[in-house]
Nanobody, 122 residues
């Protein structure tokens, strides 16, 4: 019904920058008003990172990334980008793109991508 493809990520030193992308498609993709990312580090639970609401162009950020991460979009391609600046070692995790019908459920996600690894070394 919905396909999400995560890309980008990689390894960087603390203070560096990376960008992850998420391309959405599928017959019911337009049914989901919220699109964003959660992350999961080894041995830890899922953590909300950031999200975008297509209706109203509203962005949401976790306090831990506010001021450092920025969402942007390409409407024509149904693609969302997460620019991550001033990265910290605690940002290291697998980042998963997700879609949902409410901001509260982004972390569980109706659908999510395969994930992309972000590693920040000190």
């Amino acid at each position: 019904q919905v396909q999400l493809v995560d890309s980008g990520g990689g390894s960087v030193q603390a203070g560096g920058s990376l960008r992850v992308s998420c391309a959405g498609s599928g017959r019911t993709f337009s049914n989901y008003d919220y699109m964003g990312w959660f992350r999961q580090a080894p041995g830890k639970g899922r953590e909300f990172v950031a999200a975008f609401r297509w209706a109203g162009n509203t962005t949401y950020y976790a306090d831990s990334v506010k001021g450092r991460f920025t969402i942007s979009r390409d409407n024509a391609e149904n693609t969302l980008y997460l620019q991550m600046n001033s990265l910290k070692p605690e940002d290291s995790a697998v980042y998963h793109c997700a879609v949902s019908r409410s901001i509260a459920t982004i972390i569980s996600g109706d659908y999510w991508g395969q994930g992309t690894q972000v590693t920040v070394s000190s």
